[in-house]
């Protein structure tokens, strides 16, 4: 389950964590005496309300920013990906009134966020990735197309990227950013209409409806 992910990625960064606190629902309250040594405490309905509404507005001004930054519009296919992509950032804000604050991502990696690592990208920047395999055609495209998603938020600075022929993940530490082709600008603009690519489009749809937890809405949150 997502919670158990949750605290797995936490104990594999050396964090202990012995208590998680919970809203009072049945499908949440029934975990407790069933997490191993992690106690689940019973909060307050809403307690946490006020100042998850303050996250919550800041990562859609994140997604809107970076929407309306984008080459082509969007799709809801990709709204799963946008939405951690804003995570990412706000992961790398510093709290406010914190003098001797550190970031989510500092935190947790034990590395300061850098303009190399952490900011060289933003989602749907158009790269070329280097292939892991020599392909055995010479004439082969040495390189694949592909568009940034979001940061792994690791020591090396890995990013997730979409390969735009495919439609898969692909991982990489290396990458060359390139200007995008006003053709593949259109064809992910198309991704949700009938005349876009049907291969990628369904292998974008199949992953959103696998992914455990609910995306925005994209159009309700590019529009100011």
């Known amino acids: 389950m997502a919670l158990d992910d949750q605290i797995g990625i936490l104990k594999g960064k050396g964090y202990i964590v012995r208590d998680c606190w919970v809203d009072p629902q049945s ?16 909060g307050g309905g809403g307690d946490h309300l006020p100042a998850l509404d303050v996250r919550i507005r ?8 970076r929407a309306y930054e984008c080459e082509f519009d969007v799709p809801k296919c990709l709204s799963g990906y946008i939405y951690q992509y804003a995570i990412s950032r706000m992961n790398t804000r510093v709290p406010s009134g914190g003098i ?25 920047d158009y790269c070329s990735l280097g292939v892991t395999a020599v392909p055995k055609d010479p004439m082969a495209p040495r390189g694949i197309e592909a ?3 979001y940061p792994m938020a690791d020591v090396n600075g890995t990013w ?22 006003t053709s593949v600008a259109k064809m992910l603009s198309d991704l949700d209409k009938d ?6 489009r369904e292998v974008l749809h199949r992953a959103k409806n696998d992914m455990l937890y609910d995306t925005p809405n994209t159009q309700d949150l590019t529009t100011p």
Do not use: Q, Y
């Open 58 to 65: 800041r990562v859609r001004e994140i997604i809107r920013m």
């Open 160 to 181: 997730k990227f979409l390969n735009i022929n495919t439609g898969k993940e692909l991982t990489r530490s290396r990458w060359k950013k390139l200007d995008m082709p």
């Open 147 to 149: 568009i940034a998603l």
């Open 27 to 42: 499908g949440l309250k029934c975990l407790k005496g069933h997490m191993g040594d992690v106690d689940i405490k019973i």
């Open 100 to 124: 001797n604050e550190h970031c989510a991502l500092t935190k947790l990696t034990g590395r300061k966020p850098t303009l190399t690592l952490d900011f060289a990208l933003a989602f749907g």
């Open 195 to 200: 005349k876009g690519s049907v291969t990628l």
